[in-house]
C-alpha cells in the first residue's frame, strides 16, 4: 500500500505526558501537511512541511507543539505536557507538490486521547 | 466571511433521490477546487476535482462558478452509502502560501 501511512492509529498519554504522532507520505510526495480535527468540527490546518523546512506552521500553537519532516524517515508532530484540550484525531496529508493544482491524500488519522 | 462557507446540513433526503451542495470561497485568485467525503472516524477522501468546464464522474457532477465564487456537487440516484460529510476544499494561487482551505462540510443522511 503506497498512501499515507500515519501511526500510531490510537494514542493515550496521560496529562503532562509527551506525544509524538508519525506520517509517511505517499511514495514521491514530499510535501506534508498536518491537520487536527475535533469531534463533530471541520478539519484545522497545523503546519506545512517539506522535506526539512518547515513551509508554514501559522496554524500550530506556539508552545508545546513542534513538527519536523527530517531528510530521511518520517514527518513527526510532537506534542509535549500534553493536556486534555490536546485530545482530537490528528490527519496527516502529503502532496506531490505545492498544492496549486494538486489535491491532498489523507493518512488514517492518529486518534489521541487524553487522560 | 469565512474563506470557504458550506451548509453543514444535515441533509435528510431518500434513496434515489438528487441532492446538490454549494460552497463559496471569498478568494477570487483560488486557482483549483476539490471534492472530499469523509465518513464518521475515518480520514477524508478525495471524490472529485472541479474543473472549469464542469465534471462528471457516474452519478456525481462537480461545477465551477468562478463570478460567483462557488462550486456544487450534484448527486444523482443516491444511495445509502453515500451517507457521509462532504467537504470542498480550495487551493490557493501560486506564488503564496500553498495552504488548502477545507469547508466545515456538509453532511449527507440517506434514508431507505
Known amino acids: 500500500n503506497a498512501g499515507v501511512m500515519q501511526n500510531p492509529r490510537h494514542l493515550v498519554r496521560r496529562r503532562g505526558q509527551e506525544a509524538r504522532l508519525r506520517c509517511s507520505p505517499m511514495k514521491g510526495h514530499s510535501h506534508v501537511y498536518w491537520y487536527r480535527q475535533l469531534p463533530e468540527e471541520g478539519l484545522k490546518f497545523m503546519v506545512y512541511l517539506q522535506k526539512e523546512n518547515i513551509i508554514d506552521e501559522s496554524g500550530m500553537p506556539k508552545e508545546r507543539f513542534s513538527a519536523e519532516f527530517p531528510k530521511e524517515g518520517p514527518s513527526i508532530l510532537r506534542i509535549q505536557q500534553v493536556v486534555r484540550g490536546d485530545s482530537a484525531a490528528y490527519f496527516c496529508?502529503?502532496?506531490?507538490?505545492?498544492?496549486?493544482?494538486?489535491?491532498?491524500?489523507f493518512g488514517d488519522g492518529t486518534r489521541l486521547s487524553i487522560l | 466571511r469565512k474563506e470557504v462557507e458550506q451548509d453543514p446540513g444535515p441533509f435528510n433526503v431518500p434513496e434515489g433521490a438528487t441532492v446538490a451542495f454549494n460552497c463559496t470561497y471569498s478568494n477570487s485568485a483560488s486557482q483549483s477546487f476539490f471534492w472530499y467525503r469523509q465518513d464518521c472516524r475515518k480520514e477524508p477522501k478525495l471524490l472529485m476535482s472541479?474543473?472549469?468546464s464542469g465534471n462528471e464522474d457516474g452519478r456525481f457532477t462537480a461545477q465551477l462558478n468562478r463570478a460567483s465564487q462557488y462550486i456544487s456537487l450534484l448527486i444523482r440516484d443516491s444511495k445509502l452509502s453515500d451517507s457521509a460529510t462532504y467537504l470542498c476544499v480550495v487551493n490557493p494561487t501560486s506564488g503564496g502560501s500553498y495552504i488548502p482551505t477545507f469547508g466545515r462540510g456538509t453532511s449527507l443522511i440517506v434514508h431507505p
Open positions: 496529508a502529503s502532496s506531490l507538490q505545492e498544492a496549486s493544482n494538486q489535491p491532498q491524500h
Open positions: 472541479v474543473y472549469s
